[in-house]
Antibody, heavy 121, light 106 residues
Framework: QVQLHESGPGLVKPSGTVSLTCDVSGASISSSHWWSWVRQSPGKGLEWIAEVFHLGNTNYNPSLKNRVAISVDRTKNQFSLRLTSVTAADTAVYFC??????????????WGQGTLLNVST | DIQLTQSPSSLSASVGDSVTITCRATQSISHFLNWYQQRPGKAPQILIYAASTLQGGVPSRFSGSGTGTDFALTITSLQPEDFATYYCQQSYGTTWTFGQGTNVEI
């Protein structure tokens, strides 16, 4: 059974850059699944951020596209999210997920427990 | 972006009750609608995908219906562990979006 575990700095200053990592266990990141980041904040609810396939294919939420980058490290069986120019609006719990994506269905099948990112001075 | 509106935002129910939550999309999304359950302090969990297909391991008291723009999640015979927040999510467009959530409370 796949397990995902997020890690990050917890606290970052406004205008800074943050990297979040998702360690995948119980499955290969080079499988047929896509891998995604979703965040949850009190003000904006659940928000999909980006997704990546192990071959490097990516998709981004247009509202964040200019500030985010998602990547995969197949040697470490993990994927990461880099977010630049952060503001208080980026304060949220960030979840990494495994995505089922076929021609007839697409959904977030498995989730990590989430990592809280607080943007504050 | 395709917007999803859930109704109601919250509801009160008792163990054994049946409840229905609706989700309306701003444009047709065919059957690309999923439902998640989130308990306090936990990550969301998939309940139903493709509008009406029950995820493995999810109790049969959960069911989903709808196509196009109007969808529903029904929970029959509510159990104590069902008191949680429920979200719909569309995966039709290139930007996936969620509804605002429905809190099912006692």
């Amino acid at each position: 059974q796949v397990q995902l575990h997020e890690s990050g700095p917890g606290l970052v200053k406004p205008s800074g850059t943050v990297s979040l990592t998702c360690d995948v266990s119980g499955a290969s990141i080079s499988s047929s699944h896509w891998w995604s980041w979703v965040r949850q904040s009190p003000g904006k609810g659940l928000e999909w951020i980006a997704e990546v396939f192990h071959l490097g294919n990516t998709n981004y939420n247009p509202s964040l596209k200019n500030r985010v980058a998602i990547s995969v490290d197949r040697t470490k069986n993990q994927f990461s999210l880099r977010l630049t120019s952060v503001t208080a609006a980026d304060t949220a719990v960030y979840f990494c997920t495994r995505v089922v994506m076929t021609t007839v269905t697409r959904y977030f099948e498995a989730w990590g427990q989430g990592t809280l990112l607080n943007v504050s001075t | 972006d395709i917007q999803l509106t859930q109704s109601p935002s919250s509801l009160s129910a008792s163990v054994g009750d049946s409840v229905t939550i609706t989700c309306r999309a701003t444009q047709s999304i065919s059957h690309f609608l999923n439902w998640y359950q989130q308990r306090p302090g936990k990550a969301p969990q998939i309940l139903i995908y493709a509008a009406s297909t029950l995820q493995g391991g999810v109790p049969s008291r959960f069911s989903g219906s709808g196509t196009g723009t109007d969808f529903a999640l029904t929970i029959t015979s509510l159990q104590p562990e069902d008191f949680a927040t429920y979200y719909c999510q569309q995966s039709y467009g290139t930007t996936w979006t969620f509804g605002q959530g429905t809190n099912v409370e006692i």
